[in-house]
Protein backbone atom coordinates (compact mmCIF):
# COMPACT_ATOMS: atom_id res chain seq x y z
CA UNK A 1 0.00 0.00 0.00
CA UNK A 2 1.45 3.57 -0.84
CA UNK A 3 2.03 6.15 2.09
CA UNK A 4 -0.66 7.93 0.37
CA UNK A 5 -3.42 5.78 1.77
CA UNK A 6 -2.30 6.17 5.40
CA UNK A 7 -4.68 7.82 7.85
CA UNK A 8 -3.60 11.31 8.98
CA UNK A 9 -2.76 10.06 12.27
CA UNK A 10 -0.52 6.95 11.10
CA UNK A 11 1.21 9.50 9.29
CA UNK A 12 1.52 12.16 12.12
CA UNK A 13 3.08 9.58 14.13
CA UNK A 14 6.16 8.55 11.44
CA UNK A 15 6.48 11.99 11.05
CA UNK A 16 7.46 12.92 14.21
CA UNK A 17 10.02 9.79 14.64
CA UNK A 18 12.25 11.58 11.96
CA UNK A 19 14.31 14.61 12.06
CA UNK A 20 12.45 17.38 11.30
CA UNK A 21 14.54 19.24 9.00
CA UNK A 22 14.84 16.36 6.92
CA UNK A 23 11.06 16.43 6.79
CA UNK A 24 9.93 19.33 6.12
CA UNK A 25 12.62 19.64 3.17
CA UNK A 26 11.40 16.50 1.56
CA UNK A 27 7.62 16.46 2.13
CA UNK A 28 6.81 20.58 2.22
CA UNK A 29 6.06 19.87 -2.00
CA UNK A 30 4.75 16.67 -1.60
CA UNK A 31 0.97 17.83 -1.23
CA UNK A 32 -1.45 19.82 0.59
CA UNK A 33 -2.08 16.84 2.74
CA UNK A 34 1.44 16.72 4.04
CA UNK A 35 1.82 20.29 4.23
CA UNK A 36 -0.92 20.75 6.59
CA UNK A 37 0.55 17.81 9.10
CA UNK A 38 4.16 19.34 9.07
CA UNK A 39 2.72 23.23 9.64
CA UNK A 40 0.35 21.23 12.34
CA UNK A 41 1.23 23.43 15.99
CA UNK A 42 2.21 20.12 18.23
CA UNK A 43 4.57 19.31 15.43
CA UNK A 44 6.33 22.13 14.57
CA UNK A 45 6.75 23.39 17.73
CA UNK A 46 9.75 21.70 18.53
CA UNK A 47 11.86 22.27 15.84
CA UNK A 48 15.44 20.76 15.93
CA UNK A 49 17.76 22.05 13.28
CA UNK A 50 20.38 19.55 13.73
CA UNK A 51 21.45 16.21 12.07
CA UNK A 52 23.78 13.80 14.04
CA UNK A 53 25.67 11.40 11.62
CA UNK A 54 27.07 8.13 13.65
CA UNK A 55 30.31 7.34 13.00
CA UNK A 56 30.82 4.88 16.12
CA UNK A 57 29.36 5.51 19.46
CA UNK A 58 32.11 8.24 20.52
CA UNK A 59 32.55 9.68 16.99
CA UNK A 60 29.37 11.65 15.86
CA UNK A 61 29.27 14.94 13.80
CA UNK A 62 26.43 17.63 13.56
CA UNK A 63 25.52 19.06 10.19
CA UNK A 64 22.78 19.84 7.80
CA UNK A 65 22.95 19.82 3.75
CA UNK A 66 23.52 23.48 2.77
CA UNK A 67 20.40 23.16 0.66
CA UNK A 68 18.17 21.74 3.51
CA UNK A 69 19.54 24.55 5.63
CA UNK A 70 18.82 27.46 2.74
CA UNK A 71 15.40 25.76 2.22
CA UNK A 72 14.16 26.22 5.77
CA UNK A 73 15.58 29.35 6.25
CA UNK A 74 13.91 30.67 3.05
CA UNK A 75 10.79 28.81 2.68
CA UNK A 76 9.85 27.16 6.26
CA UNK A 77 10.43 29.89 9.41
CA UNK A 78 9.09 32.64 7.60
CA UNK A 79 6.01 30.68 8.23
CA UNK A 80 6.33 29.05 11.33
CA UNK A 81 8.41 31.27 13.35
CA UNK A 82 6.13 32.50 15.63
CA UNK A 83 4.92 29.45 16.17
CA UNK A 84 8.14 27.61 17.72
CA UNK A 85 8.80 26.82 21.23
CA UNK A 86 11.82 24.89 21.48
CA UNK A 87 14.65 25.49 19.10
CA UNK A 88 17.50 22.72 18.51
CA UNK A 89 20.69 24.72 16.50
CA UNK A 90 24.17 24.16 16.01
CA UNK A 91 26.83 26.69 14.88
CA UNK A 92 27.16 26.63 11.07
CA UNK A 93 23.17 27.60 11.48
CA UNK A 94 22.60 29.98 14.14
CA UNK A 95 23.04 33.16 12.53
CA UNK A 96 20.54 32.22 9.41
CA UNK A 97 18.06 30.80 12.48
CA UNK A 98 18.07 33.63 14.60
CA UNK A 99 17.33 36.31 11.86
CA UNK A 100 13.68 35.60 12.67
CA UNK A 101 11.71 36.64 16.00
CA UNK A 102 10.49 33.62 17.91
CA UNK A 103 8.01 35.63 19.86
CA UNK A 104 6.89 32.29 21.49
CA UNK A 105 10.52 30.59 22.40
CA UNK A 106 11.25 29.57 25.33
CA UNK A 107 14.12 26.71 25.16
CA UNK A 108 17.08 26.89 23.26
CA UNK A 109 19.50 23.75 22.77
CA UNK A 110 23.09 24.98 21.62
CA UNK A 111 24.77 21.90 19.96
CA UNK A 112 28.06 21.13 19.37
CA UNK A 113 29.57 24.56 19.80
CA UNK A 114 33.22 25.00 19.25
CA UNK A 115 34.52 26.88 23.15
CA UNK A 116 35.68 29.73 21.20
CA UNK A 117 32.76 30.35 18.73
CA UNK A 118 29.89 30.09 21.06
CA UNK A 119 31.73 32.28 23.39
CA UNK A 120 32.02 34.82 20.76
CA UNK A 121 28.05 34.67 19.98
CA UNK A 122 27.46 35.26 23.68
CA UNK A 123 29.35 38.23 23.72
CA UNK A 124 28.55 39.67 20.68
CA UNK A 125 25.95 38.33 18.78
CA UNK A 126 22.73 40.32 19.82
CA UNK A 127 20.06 37.96 18.60
CA UNK A 128 21.25 35.45 20.61
CA UNK A 129 21.93 37.83 23.42
CA UNK A 130 18.29 39.39 23.66
CA UNK A 131 16.61 35.81 23.37
CA UNK A 132 18.74 34.59 26.42
CA UNK A 133 18.14 38.03 28.67
CA UNK A 134 14.30 37.92 27.58
CA UNK A 135 12.74 34.90 26.55
CA UNK A 136 14.86 31.88 27.49
CA UNK A 137 14.23 29.66 30.45
CA UNK A 138 15.38 26.63 29.34
CA UNK A 139 18.60 26.13 28.13
CA UNK A 140 21.08 23.42 26.79
CA UNK A 141 24.38 23.46 26.56
CA UNK A 142 26.89 21.00 24.46
CA UNK A 143 30.62 21.91 23.80
CA UNK A 144 32.03 20.02 20.89
CA UNK A 145 35.30 18.08 22.35
CA UNK A 146 37.33 15.68 19.47
CA UNK A 147 38.20 12.76 22.28
CA UNK A 148 35.94 10.63 24.40
CA UNK A 149 36.77 12.53 27.98
CA UNK A 150 38.20 16.55 27.48
CA UNK A 151 38.42 18.61 30.42
CA UNK A 152 37.36 21.82 28.58
CA UNK A 153 39.25 25.20 28.78
CA UNK A 154 38.64 28.33 30.71
CA UNK A 155 36.61 29.34 28.05
CA UNK A 156 34.02 26.93 28.93
CA UNK A 157 34.09 28.04 32.13
CA UNK A 158 33.38 31.85 31.53
CA UNK A 159 30.37 30.64 28.96
CA UNK A 160 28.73 28.92 32.34
CA UNK A 161 29.33 32.00 34.18
CA UNK A 162 27.92 34.29 31.43
CA UNK A 163 25.17 32.10 30.53
CA UNK A 164 24.14 32.49 34.53
CA UNK A 165 24.91 36.65 34.58
CA UNK A 166 23.00 37.15 30.60
CA UNK A 167 19.62 34.41 31.46
CA UNK A 168 17.58 36.48 33.83
CA UNK A 169 14.39 34.07 33.25
CA UNK A 170 16.53 30.79 32.90
CA UNK A 171 14.87 28.05 35.05
CA UNK A 172 16.55 25.10 33.75
CA UNK A 173 20.30 24.97 32.48
CA UNK A 174 21.93 21.57 30.86
CA UNK A 175 25.59 22.45 30.70
CA UNK A 176 27.60 19.14 28.86
CA UNK A 177 25.19 16.71 29.75
CA UNK A 178 23.08 17.38 27.07
CA UNK A 179 24.89 13.48 25.36
CA UNK A 180 25.44 10.80 27.38
CA UNK A 181 28.42 9.97 25.45
CA UNK A 182 30.35 13.21 25.72
CA UNK A 183 32.28 13.41 29.12
CA UNK A 184 33.62 16.95 28.74
CA UNK A 185 33.88 18.77 32.50
CA UNK A 186 34.54 22.31 33.11
CA UNK A 187 37.08 23.55 36.02
CA UNK A 188 34.50 25.94 38.38
CA UNK A 189 37.13 26.48 40.59
CA UNK A 190 39.64 29.14 38.23
CA UNK A 191 36.85 31.59 38.17
CA UNK A 192 36.20 34.21 40.07
CA UNK A 193 33.88 34.57 42.91
CA UNK A 194 30.89 36.80 42.56
CA UNK A 195 28.13 38.44 44.96
CA UNK A 196 25.67 37.70 41.87
CA UNK A 197 22.51 36.06 43.43
CA UNK A 198 20.97 33.24 40.58
CA UNK A 199 17.84 33.90 41.86
CA UNK A 200 16.05 31.92 38.88
CA UNK A 201 17.20 28.77 38.47
CA UNK A 202 15.73 25.45 39.64
CA UNK A 203 17.64 22.67 37.84
CA UNK A 204 20.87 22.71 36.74
CA UNK A 205 22.85 19.77 35.02
CA UNK A 206 26.92 19.91 34.71
CA UNK A 207 30.12 18.22 34.43
CA UNK A 208 33.02 19.82 36.36
CA UNK A 209 36.68 18.65 36.82
CA UNK A 210 37.05 17.86 40.11
CA UNK A 211 35.31 17.45 43.46
CA UNK A 212 36.37 20.97 44.38
CA UNK A 213 35.20 22.24 41.72
CA UNK A 214 31.67 21.14 42.69
CA UNK A 215 32.24 22.77 46.33
CA UNK A 216 33.02 25.92 44.24
CA UNK A 217 29.67 25.51 42.60
CA UNK A 218 27.92 25.02 45.80
CA UNK A 219 29.26 28.16 46.96
CA UNK A 220 27.43 30.20 44.41
CA UNK A 221 24.37 31.63 45.02
CA UNK A 222 21.48 29.77 43.23
CA UNK A 223 18.58 30.68 46.02
CA UNK A 224 15.71 29.05 44.01
CA UNK A 225 17.86 25.63 43.00
CA UNK A 226 16.09 22.51 43.75
CA UNK A 227 17.46 19.79 41.60
CA UNK A 228 21.77 19.44 41.25
CA UNK A 229 22.90 17.09 38.80
CA UNK A 230 26.57 17.10 38.59
CA UNK A 231 29.27 14.75 36.91
CA UNK A 232 32.40 14.31 38.64
CA UNK A 233 35.71 13.87 36.19
CA UNK A 234 38.51 13.56 39.28
CA UNK A 235 36.67 12.72 42.57
CA UNK A 236 39.84 13.43 44.63
CA UNK A 237 38.97 15.90 47.55
CA UNK A 238 40.60 18.87 49.16
CA UNK A 239 39.41 21.04 51.90
CA UNK A 240 37.05 23.45 51.07
CA UNK A 241 34.73 25.78 53.04
CA UNK A 242 30.67 25.85 51.83
CA UNK A 243 29.54 29.62 52.49
CA UNK A 244 26.22 29.48 51.04
CA UNK A 245 23.87 27.23 51.63
CA UNK A 246 21.45 25.75 48.71
CA UNK A 247 17.70 24.08 49.55
CA UNK A 248 18.09 21.24 47.19
CA UNK A 249 14.93 19.96 48.02
CA UNK A 250 14.43 17.40 45.29
CA UNK A 251 17.79 16.10 44.22
CA UNK A 252 21.43 16.15 44.36
CA UNK A 253 23.04 13.47 42.17
CA UNK A 254 26.80 13.24 42.18
CA UNK A 255 28.03 10.97 39.47
CA UNK A 256 31.65 9.71 39.11
Same mark, same amino acid.
Given at each position: ?????????????????????????????????????????????????????????????????????????????????????????????????????? !??????????????????????????????????????????????????????????????????????????????????????????????????????????????????????????? !???????????????????????????????
Amino acid at each position: PSIFNLPNEILFIIIKKLNIADVIHSLVDVNERFVQLLFDPLYIQNLNITLMTIKSFYQRTFSIHEQVLSNIYENILPNIHHQVKQLAIEQHSIERILTHNY !SQLYSLSLVNFKEEVLYQYLRDYSALRNLLTHQITHLNVDIQSDEIQTLLSKISSNIFTLILSLCQRLIKLNFSQVFSYRNSFIPICKLPETCLTYSTLIELKINVATFNDCLCLLNRRFDCL !SKLTINVGDIKYERKQINNKINLKYCLEVKD
